[in-house]
């Protein structure tokens, strides 16, 4: 197949309806599609699998890779790093607490809240509400992981 003609067939996929993009799903992944998945994710899924076929799919450790992130086996990289080592000097987090919003500033060696320097945002969570809290979790750098 040329590469117009996956073009011009991907291209195609969006005048289909949904029940001939749910077939197309069946044909491409050989499985019903997702129960309430939307026509343009099974747009792009569809065209995916068509490109993959036509240029060779994830190297297969980067699938194993995506895999295990999907299924909670394992965190992504993005996940296991400290959310104060991917803040850049300058960002501003705001956080609203009882109707006041704060202001905190990041800085080379920190973070500047009310004027105050501090070496770590849990700091100043703890001086915002008067208990103890993940920083990073209180200005939603982190989610929240079940145990």
Request: aromatic content about 6%.
């Amino acid at each position: 197949m040329t590469i117009a003609r996956l073009e011009r067939e991907i291209d195609a996929l969006a005048d289909l309806n949904r029940a001939e993009l749910v077939e197309r799903w069946r044909t491409s992944y050989r499985t019903d599609s997702p129960k309430g998945i939307s026509r343009r994710l099974l747009i792009r899924a569809i065209a995916y699998q068509m490109q993959a076929k036509r240029y060779g799919g994830l190297r297969p450790a980067a699938d194993r890779r995506l895999r295990m992130i999907a299924n909670g086996t394992v965190k992504s990289d993005h996940g296991n790093r400290k959310a104060s080592s991917r803040l850049q000097p300058g960002a501003r987090l705001v956080r609203e607490w009882n109707g006041v919003s704060h202001v905190v500033e990041v800085t080379e060696g920190g973070f500047v809240w009310n004027g105050d320097r501090h070496r770590s945002l849990s700091a100043i969570a703890r001086a915002i509400t008067g208990a103890r809290w993940s920083g990073p979790r209180f200005f939603g750098l982190t989610s929240v992981d079940a145990p």
